[in-house]
Every structure is written in structure tokens, then in C-alpha cells.
Nanobody
Framework: QVQLVESGGGLVQTGGSLRLSCEAS????????MGWYRQAPGNQRELVAS???????NYQGSVEGRFTISRDNAKNTVYLEMNSLKPEDTAVYYC?????????????WGQGTQVTVSS
């Protein structure tokens, strides 16, 4: 099992920046993809960005060019640098980590951190 602890959410004005962090506890199994989803009230959870264990990244179109995902494998930590924030970025942000058990994989989730962008 893996536990994920998030930090860095908060309230920011339009155009501001925030940095989210998510640290995964140690595991004997390999951690593959890590990333961030978000869920706004009344909406489904959507992928924001992901990063593979060798650094390949993927972004939702609406955040590309404004958000940057990165990870530190030595610290089992994934980061999300969010710039030029917009009110529509307001949501609860959840990090995830994919644990590779060899015969399969399973995603573990953080508790969520609120990001609120005021207009």
C-alpha cells in the first residue's frame, strides 16, 4: 500500500500562481505514473497532468502552457506548478500514484487539496 500526502492548495487571485506537492510513502513496489486530477462542484473528476517514471508528461489542453508537472523519484514526490490561474481552475485537486505489482497495477489517491481562484 501507498499513502499520498498533498500540500500547497489555497486561495489565489486570477493570474496568480500556486505549487502543489504530493509525497508518496515508501513501497517495495515500483511507482509508475504519477499525476493530478481535479474535480469542481457538479463536474466529473478530470485529468490535469501526469508524468511517467522516466519523465514523460501529459497535460489536459486547458492547462497546457500554464501548468508544469514534475517529479522527484528519490523523494517519491510529484509537483504541479500552476501559473496564470483562472477562476475555472477552481477545484479540489487530487494526486495519484500508480503502483506496479508486476502482474498488474493499482492507483492510490491523495486526500485532495482545495484550489480556489478568485476573479
Amino acid at each position: 500500500q501507498v499513502q499520498l500526502v498533498e500540500s500547497g492548495g489555497g486561495l489565489v487571485q486570477t493570474g496568480g500562481s500556486l505549487r502543489l506537492s504530493c509525497e508518496a510513502s515508501r513501497s517495495i513496489f515500483k511507482i509508475g505514473d504519477m499525476g493530478w486530477y481535479r474535480q469542481a462542484p457538479g463536474n466529473q473528476r478530470e485529468l490535469v497532468a501526469s508524468v511517467t517514471d522516466n519523465g514523460d508528461t501529459n497535460y489536459q489542453g486547458s492547462v497546457e502552457g500554464r501548468f508544469t508537472i514534475s517529479r522527484d523519484n528519490a523523494k517519491n514526490t510529484v509537483y504541479l506548478e500552476m501559473n496564470s490561474l483562472k477562476p475555472e481552475d477552481t477545484a479540489v485537486y487530487y494526486c495519484y500514484a500508480e503502483l506496479d505489482y508486476g502482474l498488474g497495477s493499482y492507483n492510490y489517491w491523495g486526500q485532495g487539496t482545495q484550489v480556489t481562484v478568485s476573479s
